[in-house]
Each structure stands twice: as structure tokens, then as C-alpha cells.
Nanobody, 125 residues
């Protein structure tokens, strides 16, 4: 069992930056690929980024490549999402999730076993 708690969301102007954090409970954090998803009102939950067990491999949605960076610190049982050059279209609730699947394959919600409660990110124009 893994419990995930996100933090770091908020209101930011377009062009600004935010850093999301996700803290995981339990001793098995390094056994899971980790991912970030986002869901805007009235839309499906979309893949944003994923990172492999020890952080050697990362994967991104095309819409965030070059602007967002996913990292993890297994010693702190945490995963992060650095978001730069934010756009109004990035406004959504952001969720972190843990997957026992290979990170390369963990680009859809059904690959993930555990989810956090989400944190709101609002980008004003």
C-alpha cells in the first residue's frame, strides 16, 4: 500500500513557474515508477510525465516537453514536477501516481496502482 500526497499547487501568471511535490508513504517507493497526470474541468485525466524506478528514464507528453521536468528522490520518498513557462492551458488539477509497470509504458491511467488526491494549478493570462 502506498499513500501519495501532493503539494505545491497554486495561482501563477502565464510564463511563471511552479514546483509540485508528491510525498509517498511506505518503504517500497523505489519499486514504483512514478507519474504525473492532470485533469482540467470537463476533460479526461491526461498523462504529463513519468519517471523510472531510479530516475534514469523520463517520459513526457508532447505538450509539456521542454517546459516541465520530473525528478525523484528515493531517499525522501518523493517525486517532483518542475513546471516552467506555464500557460493558461496548463490549468488543471495535477495528480501524482505510482505504477508497478515499466515507466515507458506508464502513460495511461490504467497502468497506475495508487493516486494522490490532487493539487490545483491555475495559470492566469
Amino acid at each position: 500500500q502506498v499513500q501519495l500526497v501532493e503539494s505545491g499547487g497554486g495561482l501563477v501568471q502565464a510564463g511563471g513557474s511552479l514546483r509540485l511535490s508528491c510525498a509517498a508513504s511506505g518503504r517500497t517507493f523505489s519499486r514504483y515508477a512514478m507519474g504525473w497526470f492532470r485533469q482540467a474541468p470537463g476533460k479526461e485525466r491526461d498523462f504529463v510525465a513519468a519517471i523510472s524506478l531510479f530516475g534514469f528514464n523520463t517520459y513526457y507528453a508532447d505538450s509539456v516537453k521542454g517546459r516541465f521536468t520530473i525528478t525523484r528522490d528515493n531517499a525522501k520518498n518523493s517525486v517532483y514536477l518542475q513546471m516552467n513557462s506555464l500557460e493558461p492551458e496548463d490549468t488543471a488539477v495535477y495528480y501524482c501516481a505510482a505504477a508497478s509497470a515499466n515507466a515507458r509504458l506508464a502513460v495511461t491511467t490504467d497502468r497506475y496502482d495508487y493516486w494522490g488526491q490532487g493539487t490545483q494549478v491555475t495559470v492566469s493570462s
